[in-house]
């Protein structure tokens, strides 16, 4: 299916038209960023941590150390709710009621599985891809030391939702005539220039990675 079916668990209700159940779309917003929010609840009490993540097909990789409250609850299959948002624009309308946003989030639900020990090092690509493309290639490999300590978990992705708001505000009628500014005020993410740290020598050029990102 290119499609995730809609049920009571990832339904948009609020303005359902902006919601898109597209597998595509949702692949696509997962894909543009580099953070994402993880839900769960232990012992009655929720949590929200933010962490990098990488995406490939339908499952999403997250990886912490092997002590970690998210890593160690999560293992245990507890139902975990993941979301990442981008804000495109400040919607400025006519009255304070009809102001908001132009954005593009995504709310995934699924359940975690520790990914084994030999088969971290390929989530640890995905995670790296998502961060910077072919970065992997050019980094030191991560030691078993490090692998040691560090869990790696897989959430096949259950059901998701995307709701994305484009375009002007929404005024009232009544308040078109009103002599206020009403418009968009647009928000972009930009790349900067590369600065290197003190230790890269004054000769060594961009690696492909970063160079691929720029042009890109």
């Known amino acids: 299916m290119n499609t995730y079916e809609k049920n009571a668990r990832n339904t948009i209700k609020r303005v359902p038209k902006r919601g898109d159940y597209d597998k595509e779309t949702v692949y696509k917003i997962l894909d543009a960023t580099y953070v994402c929010q993880v839900a769960f609840v232990v012992d009655g009490q929720p949590f929200i941590i933010p962490t990098v993540f990488g995406r490939k097909d339908d499952t999403i990789f997250l990886h912490g150390s092997v002590k970690s409250r998210m890593m160690t609850s999560l293992e245990e299959g507890i139902p975990v709710c993941i979301n990442v948002t981008f804000t495109d624009g400040i919607v400025l309308a006519r009255s304070a009621f009809h102001h908001s946003l132009n954005y593009r989030s995504v709310s995934i639900f699924g359940k975690a599985r520790a990914v084994a020990h030999e ?17 992997w290639e050019e980094a030191r490999k991560p030691s078993e030391k490090e692998l040691q300590v560090t869990s790696v978990l897989a959430i096949e992705i259950e059901d998701a939702a995307a709701k994305i708001r484009t375009g002007p505000p929404v005024d009232d009628k009544e308040d078109l005539e009103l002599p206020i500014w009403g418009g968009v005020v647009p928000l972009v993410t930009q790349i900067g220039n590369p600065i290197p740290d003190e230790y890269t020598p004054e000769d060594m050029g961009l690696p492909a990675s970063i160079l691929h990102l720029i042009r890109s």
């Open 119 to 135: 088969q971290k090092n390929e989530a640890f690509q995905v995670i790296m891809d998502q961060i910077l493309k072919g970065r």
